[in-house]
């Protein structure tokens, strides 16, 4: 049973660009999160899937970013117009119920220059 | 809205002994979880231990184990004969499942050293 994998690991961009990150949960998981970590902080919580419906957003989620699940395996998450301010590590985790353990994919590094 | 503090940013302790990682939290739920994450320099989140609120009995994996007080909103971690792969960020975590919200809600985190 393989983790929940990320990619890209690292992005690197310039402040105006489109980015776009994935993260692919482990099999079977019907519920996705997405997370962002800035440095020195603890994950702050973005949105949730439970399989292809967006459950939950945090305030965190301005109009700039929009995440997707369209078949409620993979999901992407798209940043427009990335600002300095969007640096940081997102985070990915899957489960396979509400009451079950979160499990963490590596993180997406985002540089915004 | 519910709050977790970790009170102390960076922790050392010499291998093979035991050291303390505190965590409070703030919340009028009854009902929840808490964890313990450990973050290696790799940066790969791993759980390390979980506990409901409804149990009484404190959780324990192996060299890890919690001394749960839901009156303090207390929730501590003891690791025992630590190895130099204990070092890492740890971070305690609440959720609630109260109103459908699954999101979990961290602290700042605590830098554990091990020194060999």
């Known amino acids: 049973d393989t983790g929940v994998s990320q990619d890209p690991r690292h992005k690197i961009t310039k402040r105006g660009q489109n980015v776009t990150f994935r993260c692919d949960p482990i099999?079977?998981?019907?519920?996705l999160y997405w997370y962002r970590q800035t440095l020195g902080q603890g994950p702050e919580f973005l949105t949730y899937?439970?399989?292809?419906?967006?459950?939950?957003k945090s305030r965190l989620l301005s109009d700039r970013f929009s995440a997707e699940r369209p078949k409620g395996s993979f999901s992407t998450l798209e940043i427009q117009r990335t600002e300095q301010g969007d640096s940081a590590m997102y985070l990915c985790?899957?489960?396979?119920?509400?009451?079950?353990?979160?499990?963490f994919g590596p993180g997406t590094r985002l540089l915004v220059l | 809205a519910q709050t977790v503090t970790q009170s102390q940013p960076e922790m050392s302790v010499q291998e093979a002994e035991t050291v303390t990682l505190s965590c409070t939290y703030d919340?009028?739920?009854?009902?929840?979880?808490l964890f313990w994450y450990k973050q290696p320099p790799s940066r790969q989140m791993i759980l390390v231990i979980r506990?409901?609120?409804?149990?009484?009995q404190n959780a324990t994996e192996n060299r890890f184990s919690v001394n749960f007080q839901k009156a303090a909103k207390s929730f501590s971690l003891k690791i025992s004969d630590s190895q130099l792969g204990d070092a890492a960020m740890y971070f305690c975590?609440?959720?609630?499942?109260?109103?459908?919200?699954?999101?979990?809600?961290f602290g700042k985190g605590t830098k554990l050293t091990v020194n060999p």
């Open positions: 985790a899957s489960s396979l119920a509400s009451w079950e353990t979160q499990y």
């Open positions: 099999s079977e998981h019907n519920r």
């Open positions: 899937f439970q399989n292809e419906a967006q459950l939950e």
């Open positions: 919340t009028s739920e009854s009902d929840y979880y």
């Open positions: 506990q409901e609120a409804y149990k009484q």
């Open positions: 975590a609440y959720r609630s499942p109260q109103g459908g919200s699954e999101k979990l809600v």
